[in-house]
T-cell receptor, first 111, second 118 residues
Framework: GQNIDQPTEMTATEGAIVQINCTYQTSGFNGLFWYQQHAGEAPTFLSYNVLDGLEEKGRFSSFLSRSKGYSYLLLKELQMKDSASYLC????????????FGPGTRLSVLP | DARVTQTPRHKVTEMGQEVTMRCQPILGHNTVFWYRQTMMQGLELLAYFRNRAPLDDSGMPKDRFSAEMPDATLATLKIQPSEPRDSAVYFC????????????????FGEGSRLTVL
């Protein structure tokens, strides 16, 4: 089966750094994605990791360890607009690369 | 500006009525997904298509839900009869997924169809 886990909620202060973790167990692996979803809106793509290591994109970075089934999303210099849900998704090999989403982490950025 | 288009954006209906949601994927994308999102369940996969062929609909209640892709520009999700527990936001997403090596592209989501069944 497939199982993806994330913390339900996190709170951080404007200007700080926050790390959102994701652990997964899937029958296959073809990449891990992070999405951002503001309340009432559609998820939007943030980052993609298929090899171990860190991918950096401006204030956002994502890390992957395939052997540990673990990823994190790092957000630096937090801004109020970063308050949103962050969804971890795994593309596996079943039926030709399914996309399974984790429950999401709701991040609140406080002034 | 390519985007996934979903209709209707909002739908309020009564229990027992048929509901049809439509999705126009991004041109050139070969994979279309239907997800349902509620506060309790998060994003739940209902069905998906590759090159218009259904690959997996095991997440869908078969007795009342059906998903089709009559052509490359249209995917539909139908609920008949609808029930109050079907109230949720239904998202369609499309992507270009390579099944023989290479990078798997990200999914692009439509704005969603918010369904309320009374």
């Amino acid at each position: 089966g497939q199982n993806i886990d994330q913390p339900t909620e996190m709170t951080a202060t404007e200007g700080a750094i926050v790390q959102i973790n994701c652990t997964y167990q899937t029958s296959g692996f073809n990449g891990l994605f992070w999405y951002q979803q503001h309340a009432g809106e559609a998820p939007t793509f943030l980052s993609y990791n298929v090899l171990d290591g860190l991918e950096e994109k401006g204030r956002f970075s994502s890390f992957l360890s395939r052997s540990k089934g673990y990823s994190y999303l790092l957000l630096k210099e937090l801004q109020m607009k970063d308050s949103a849900s962050y969804l971890c998704a795994v593309s596996d090999d079943n039926y030709g690369q399914n996309f399974v989403f984790g429950p999401g982490t709701r991040l609140s950025v406080l002034p | 500006d390519a985007r996934v288009t979903q209709t209707p954006r909002h739908k309020v209906t009564e229990m027992g009525q048929e509901v049809t949601m439509r999705c126009q994927p991004i041109l050139g994308h070969n994979t279309v997904f239907w997800y349902r999102q509620t506060m309790m369940q998060g994003l739940e996969l209902l069905a998906y298509f590759r090159n218009r062929a259904p690959l997996d609909d095991s997440g869908m209640p078969k007795d009342r839900f059906s998903a089709e892709m009559p052509d490359a520009t249209l995917a539909t999700l139908k609920i008949q009869p609808s029930e109050p527990r079907d109230s949720a936001v239904y998202f369609c997403a499309s992507g270009l997924v390579l099944t023989s090596g290479g990078k798997t592209g990200e999914l692009f989501f439509g704005e969603g169809s918010r369904l309320t069944v009374l």
